[in-house]
C-alpha cells in the first residue's frame, strides 16, 4: 500500500515511470484525510505490455479530455482505457462492485496521467463516493457547493465567501459520501485566472507568485485563515448553490427544484464509465437532492448574503 | 395528426440513466451526455409505458392527476413523440393508432 485515499488502499506493483507516481500522489495522496480503514481496494500493475490480448475488436467509445481523446473500450465489469501502446485494464471486483478495483496499466508515462486518474476515479465511485466539480466552503462545519458550468463564478463566490469567513473545502473538485454527506477538497489551493487574481490580491492582500500553465496557484496554507494544515475538519455537505448571472438584478438565493438539483449534481459529479456504477450513483443523487437544500445562487447587483446560506 | 401504435410495446432506451426523485423523474442519456426532465405527469408515462402501454398509461393519468382524458391523451403523445426522438424512448408496432383531428386516439 501506498497511500490511502479516504481510507481506501492503494497498492502499487511493478515499476511505475517516476514522474507519473509523482503526479498520482500530487492528485491523490492527501494524509490529512485520516479516515477509518475502508474494505475497498485500488491494485495498480505495471508492465510494458497490456495484461492479456487488447480487445481491437471491441467498439471503442471516445473520452475528450484536456490532454487529449482517450478510447474507452466495455466489456463490463472489465473497462479498457488507451490502445495497445499505453493504457489501463479496470477490473471491478465483487457481485456489486464494491470489493475493489483491479487497474493493469501498461506504457504509461507521465504525461499518460489521465489514465490513471480515470481509473482510480471510477474506483473511488464503485467504493461508494460521489465526485463534485464545484467550489466548496464550510462553516462552523457545514459546508455549502456552488455549482455551475465554466465560467459561471464558482471561484469568485468562494472567494467572497472566504472574505465573508467561510473556510475552503476545494475550489474545484471534491469527493462526497453520501451517507454522510461529508465533504473532502481534493486540491491544494485556489488556482486563479489574472483578473480574477487581481481581485483576490486586493482583497486579501496576498500577491499570487506561483504561475501554472494558465492560471495563478494560491496554496490554502498561505491564506491564513486558520484552516488546519495536518488535519482537516469534519465538514459535511448541507446546501448546493446553483449560480446563475443575472447583472440586472440583485445578488441572492432562491429556491432550487429537486430536478434542478439533480441536474445540477449530474453536470458537476461527471459520468461514470460502468453501467452499474451510472446506476448507482443515480440513486445516490436521487438520496443526496432529498436531503440537501437546493438553492439558487443568483449573482447579480450587491453582496451576496452568506448569512442566509444556511437558513431554510 | 402523429401516428401511433395502439398494440405496440414501448420500451425505454436501455442506455438511459434515470434518477428518480419520487415526483418527478431526471434522464439522462450517458452517450450524447444530454439531461432531459419529466414533471410528475411525465414521470407516470414514463414509469408505466413499459407494462400498460399508451391506452393504460392515460387512465393510469386520468386517475392520477385533475385531467381529461383528451387532454392526457394529448400530452402523453407529445411526450412520447419527444421521448422517442430523442432516443430516449423505443417503441415496437404493429396496429396503428392515430391522433384525430379533434385530438382523440383511434385505431386505423
Redesign the interface.
Known amino acids: 500500500v501506498i497511500f490511502k485515499i479516504l481510507g481506501r488502499s492503494l497498492s502499487l506493483t511493478g515499476t511505475m515511470d517516476a514522474s507519473l507516481e509523482a503526479a498520482l500522489r500530487s492528485r491523490w495522496d492527501f494524509p490529512e484525510y485520516t479516515r477509518a480503514d475502508h474494505p475497498f481496494k485500488l491494485e495498480i500493475s505495471c508492465s510494458e505490455t497490456p495484461p492479456t490480448v487488447f480487445p481491437t475488436d471491441v467498439t471503442a467509445s471516445v473520452l475528450e479530455l484536456p490532454s487529449g481523446n482517450l478510447e474507452c473500450r466495455h466489456l463490463e465489469p472489465i473497462i479498457w482505457l488507451g490502445d495497445a501502446r499505453s493504457g489501463a485494464r479496470l477490473s471491478l471486483l465483487g457481485p456489486r462492485l464494491q470489493q475493489g478495483t483491479d487497474v493493469a496499466a501498461w506504457g504509461l508515462q507521465a504525461k499518460d496521467a489521465d489514465v490513471l486518474h480515470i481509473a482510480i476515479a471510477e474506483g473511488l465511485r464503485a467504493s461508494g463516493l460521489i465526485s463534485l466539480h464545484a467550489s466548496i466552503a464550510t462553516r462552523d462545519g457545514q459546508a455549502i457547493a456552488f455549482l455551475g458550468p465554466s465560467g459561471r463564478g464558482k471561484t469568485t463566490t468562494l472567494l467572497r465567501a472566504l472574505a465573508a469567513g467561510f473556510q475552503p473545502v476545494c475550489e474545484d473538485f471534491a469527493w462526497c459520501d453520501p451517507d454522510s454527506l461529508e465533504v473532502f477538497g481534493f486540491d491544494r489551493g485556489l488556482r486563479l485566472l489574472p483578473d480574477t487574481a487581481k481581485h483576490f490580491e486586493a482583497q486579501f492582500g496576498i500577491a499570487p507568485s506561483i504561475w501554472q500553465v494558465d492560471k495563478w496557484f494560491v496554496p490554502y496554507s498561505s491564506l491564513n485563515l486558520q484552516r488546519q494544515a495536518t488535519t482537516r475538519p469534519l465538514t459535511v455537505l448541507r446546501t448546493v448553490a446553483l449560480l446563475e448571472r443575472d447583472p440586472e438584478r440583485p445578488t441572492g438565493f432562491e429556491p432550487l427544484s429537486k430536478r434542478e438539483a439533480a441536474l445540477a449534481f449530474w453536470e458537476a459529479s461527471g459520468m461514470p464509465l460502468s453501467r452499474q456504477i451510472q446506476e448507482r450513483v443515480s440513486k445516490r443523487i436521487s438520496s443526496m437532492v432529498s436531503r440537501l437544500e437546493g438553492r439558487r445562487l443568483r449573482l447579480g447587483q450587491g453582496e451576496i448574503p452568506f448569512d442566509q446560506v444556511f437558513e431554510g | 395528426m402523429i401516428g401511433m401504435n395502439s398494440s405496440m410495446n414501448y420500451r425505454h432506451n436501455p442506455?438511459v440513466?434515470?434518477?428518480?426523485?419520487?415526483?418527478?423523474l431526471?434522464l439522462?442519456d450517458?452517450?450524447s451526455?444530454q439531461?432531459f426532465?419529466l414533471?410528475a405527469v411525465g414521470r407516470v408515462l414514463w414509469l408505466a409505458l413499459p407494462k400498460q402501454g399508451l391506452q393504460g398509461s392515460v387512465e393510469q393519468i386520468t386517475r392520477s392527476f385533475d385531467v381529461s382524458p383528451e387532454q392526457a391523451q394529448t400530452d402523453a403523445l407529445a411526450l412520447i413523440e419527444s421521448l422517442t426522438s430523442s432516443k430516449l424512448l423505443e417503441v415496437t408496432d404493429s396496429g396503428t393508432l392515430e391522433v384525430t383531428d379533434s385530438g382523440t386516439l383511434e385505431v386505423m
Open positions: 442506455s440513466i434515470v434518477t428518480d426523485l419520487e415526483d418527478e431526471v439522462l450517458p452517450v451526455k439531461m426532465s414533471n
